[in-house]
C-alpha cells in the first residue's frame, strides 16, 4: 500500500484564494496587527510570513514591533490600544515571548473577537462549550486538509497524540464537534502504539521527533502529522514519514503538509473576526 499524500500547500493555496474573494467583498478591508517583541530570528520569520501573506490576501497589514526589553504593563497597554482600536479587526501576539513576560495573562487581555489566534481562554471556552467563535489555526488547518480529502469523520475513531492547548486540546473537540470518537494520548498513555493502532484517523501532535512509526498505524488510517523538526537531515515530523507511507491510507508529508494550513486559517480567522465585528456595529445600530 501507497498512501495518499496529502498537499497541505494546495489545499492551503485554495483557502487563501477564498479569503482573498471575500476580502474584495468587504466595505473595509480587515486589518490584522501582528505584535513582535524582539528579534528571535525564528518568530521574525514567521511574523513575516504571515504579513506577506496577508497583504497578499487584501488585508491591512497593522504591525508592530516592540522590544525585547519592554515590560508587562506596556505590552498589556499595546494591547489595550489595539482592542479599543476599530482598524484592527485581529490581533495575533507572537509566541514564544521573552522570559520576563507572562504569556498567560497578555493573551487573556486580547478581546476575544480579535483573537485570531483562537488562544484566549474566551475562545477556549467557546469551542468547549460548542459556541461560535475563532478556533486555533493549527487544529482548524487539520480540519480543513479532512474534508479536502473527503476523509470519514462522523463515526470514526480518531486518536490525538499531544494534549496541548495550542493543538492537541482543540484537536480533539473539533472532532468531536464533528462527531468522532476521540482518543487523547499523551507522555503517560500506557503502550502508545497499540492505542493508536485503533484509529482511523491518527494526529500526531506531542512534539517528539519520529514518534509515530509503521507499528502505530493501522492499514489504510489516515495520519496527519503536526510537528515539525529541524535534524541532521533537514525538517522531519513527529510521524516516521518513510515508514508509515507504507502503511497508511493517507498521510501529510513534513514539510508541505499541516504547516502551510495554519497561516492559511489565520487568514480565514481575520476575515471571521471582521464580519464579526460588522454584524457587531449593525446590531449596535438596529438597537439605539
Known amino acids: 500500500m501507497t498512501a495518499t499524500v496529502i498537499d497541505g500547500k494546495a489545499v492551503a493555496a485554495s483557502v487563501r484564494e477564498s479569503v482573498a474573494r471575500e476580502v474584495a467583498e468587504l466595505p473595509v478591508a480587515p486589518g490584522l496587527a501582528t505584535v513582535l517583541v524582539g528579534d528571535d530570528p525564528a518568530s521574525s520569520v514567521y511574523v513575516r510570513n504571515k504579513r506577506r501573506q496577508c497583504v497578499a490576501a487584501g488585508i491591512r497589514d497593522l504591525h508592530r514591533h516592540l522590544p525585547a526589553d519592554i515590560g508587562q504593563h506596556a505590552l498589556a ?42 488562544l484566549t481562554p474566551i475562545s477556549a471556552g467557546r469551542l468547549a462549550q460548542g459556541h461560535p467563535g475563532l478556533r486555533p489555526c493549527t487544529p482548524a488547518g487539520v480540519m480543513e486538509l479532512l474534508d ?11 486518536v490525538v497524540v499531544g494534549r496541548s492547548t495550542l493543538v492537541g486540546k482543540p484537536q480533539a473537540q473539533l472532532l468531536l464537534q464533528r462527531n468522532a470518537t476521540v482518543t487523547i494520548c499523551h507522555s503517560r498513555t500506557r503502550d502508545l502504539p497499540a492505542v493508536c493502532r485503533e484509529a482511523d484517523i491518527l494526529i500526531a501532535a506531542a512534539g517528539v521527533p519520529g514518534l509515530i512509526g509503521s507499528a502505530a498505524v493501522w492499514p489504510g488510517a489516515t495520519v496527519i502529522d503536526v510537528g515539525i523538526h529541524r535534524g541532521a537531515d533537514g525538517l522531519c515530523g513527529d510521524v516516521d514519514y518513510e515508514q508509515v507511507r507504507g502503511v497508511a491510507g493517507a498521510i501529510t508529508p513534513v514539510p508541505g503538509g499541516v504547516g502551510p494550513m495554519t497561516i492559511a486559517m489565520l487568514l480565514r480567522n481575520t476575515v471571521h473576526a471582521a464580519r464579526l465585528r460588522m454584524r457587531a456595529v449593525e446590531a449596535s445600530g438596529a438597537a439605539s
Open 77 to 118: 497597554t499595546v494591547i489595550d490600544e489595539l482592542n479599543a482600536d476599530p482598524t484592527v479587526t485581529g490581533i495575533l501576539l507572537q509566541l514564544p515571548l521573552p522570559a520576563h513576560l507572562d504569556s498567560a495573562a497578555l493573551i487573556a487581555r486580547i478581546d476575544p473577537d480579535k483573537d485570531v489566534d483562537g
Open 148 to 158: 479536502a480529502y473527503r476523509v470519514p469523520l462522523e463515526g470514526s475513531h480518531a
